[in-house]
């Protein structure tokens, strides 16, 4: 993490006040958070419509942070104590990870997309850390805070930092790539979500690419090459970098080769070596993921044979893709993270394709932000389910009743269930479950369907 003196920290950002008298204060690390203050954080508070985080300054700098910033349109600062006056608190927050960016020697990977960014990171980060110190973004830390807090929570010694870049509007990946300047860029793929915001899959395209913004000269980009939103607008690119792409079909600089699936995760050969990669991950989207990630490690010369190393560590953020086990010795995929159509017919391939089970059962819920064609989207949902490889359909929402009308159209009504109320959906499924089932559960965050893996459990 960032360790400076006040003096340094002064150097690096704009600063209004006089603090030669704190010059020789410590700074270990920043906080926006004063609950979880350590000893010598610079705390960073910010004022919203409903808060105000200066009011926590003093109790911060009490409970042992060695400084903090102050907004200057903010009355009554307690210049008796190491403040830093600054224009913008945010501002200032981002303005001091990006020199601290450039002071390290560290090389950067910038990884976007509607859907698999976390997983794609976990996937890079992991391959990487056979042959180098990695460090990567942890959590949601993705957006025009969580970023800098990245930046500035890197050692001195990290040698590759894997950075996952999120947006819901134009110009916010721009932003983000500038301030990363990364090597490596990946974009796994071009969903619906943000379509709320962003109007069109076109609209979501043109965001994502931004990050090509900020990619250093000869770095390399990888994309899913499968979809020509990406294709169409890299593949007569003109700057000065190198392209790849990976994907499912063979026009793909990388793609996969005889995928297996079983309990334990995924087997995949690919058509640029004859090693098989074992994957402790469930899903042919996985696959693709970690070619993605397999093609950024390769530019970073980690050999293919040594990445299945990487992969055999993997753990991925909790929600994506976990095999669980229930207590009537039912197995539950809990992909209760989020959810998109993109991702959500992932899902349903994953379970319809998945040997070994004899009742395979969906919990699918809304799937939120999609703008005008929501209801279509949820229709089609079910009505994509192939009732010779899916037993039953429960669904939680109001969108989720239209995902179960699609369903009826190929599944009989005493196989699909709607449901408005979570205990009573439960409560239901509890009812049909043994050892011989498998299910799987879906939804946008906001429905907290891994309530109902909770309940199973």
Do not use: C
Request: a negative charge; glycine letters at 8%.
């Amino acid at each position: 993490m960032i360790r400076k003196t006040l003096k340094e920290i002064t150097e690096m950002i704009q600063v209004e006040n006089d603090l030669s008298v704190f010059h020789d204060n410590e700074i270990n690390g920043v906080s926006i958070d004063s609950r979880k203050i350590q000893p010598g954080h610079l705390f960073v508070p910010f004022k919203g419509e409903n808060f105000d985080g200066h009011q926590f300054v003093e109790a911060a700098i009490k409970q042992g942070a060695g400084a903090a910033l102050w907004q200057k349109d903010i009355p009554n600062p307690p210049i008796h104590l190491p403040i830093l006056i600054v224009e913008d608190t945010l501002i200032a927050l981002q303005e001091l990870a990006r020199s601290y960016r450039h002071m390290l020697g560290v090389r950067i990977v910038g990884v976007t997309g509607s859907n698999g960014k976390t997983t794609t990171k976990d996937m890079t980060a992991n391959l990487l850390s056979v042959q180098y110190k990695v460090q990567k973004t942890e959590g949601n830390f993705n957006n025009e805070i969580g970023l800098p807090l990245t930046i500035l929570d890197l050692d001195k010694d990290t040698e590759i930092a894997v950075l996952e870049m999120g947006m819901s509007s134009r110009g916010e990946i721009d932003f983000l790539t500038r301030l990363a300047e990364p090597e490596a860029a990946i974009i796994t793929n071009i969903g619906e979500s943000h379509l709320l915001d962003l109007g069109s899959r076109e609209g979501i395209a043109e965001a994502k690419l931004e990050i090509i913004h900020g990619l250093k000269e000869k770095g390399v980009i990888t994309y899913y090459g499968d979809e020509p939103l990406l294709h169409d607008r890299l593949s007569d690119y003109e700057g000065n970098i190198q392209i790849k792409t990976f994907g499912r079909s063979g026009k793909n600089d990388i793609f996969p080769v005889d995928i297996k699936q079983n309990d334990t995760g995924s087997t995949f050969k690919t058509n640029v070596t004859d090693i098989e990669f074992k994957l402790p991950v469930l899903g042919t989207h996985n696959v693709l993921n970690a070619l993605a990630a397999m093609t950024v490690a390769s530019h970073f010369g980690v050999p293919f044979e040594r990445m299945n190393e990487g992969f055999s560590e993997l753990k991925l953020t909790n929600m994506r893709t976990e095999l669980l086990q229930g207590k009537k010795g039912e197995k539950i995929i809990n992909d209760a993270y989020n959810a998109s159509p993109t991702s959500m017919h992932a899902a349903i391939e994953l379970l319809s394709h998945l040997p070994g089970y004899k009742n395979k059962i969906l919990v699918l819920g809304d799937m939120l932000e999609l703008g005008p064609q929501e209801e279509e989207f949820h229709l089609k949902m079910g009505e994509s389910i192939d009732p010779q490889k899916i037993d039953f359909v429960f669904t939680f929402g109001k969108l989720g009743e239209l995902i179960a009308e699609g369903a009826k159209t190929k599944l009989p009504s005493d196989r699909v269930f709607a449901f408005t109320e979570k205990q009573a959906l439960i409560e239901k499924l509890e009812k049909i479950v043994n050892e011989e089932t498998i299910v799987l559960v879906k939804a946008s965050r906001g429905m907290k369907l891994e309530e109902v893996v909770t309940a199973l459990q």
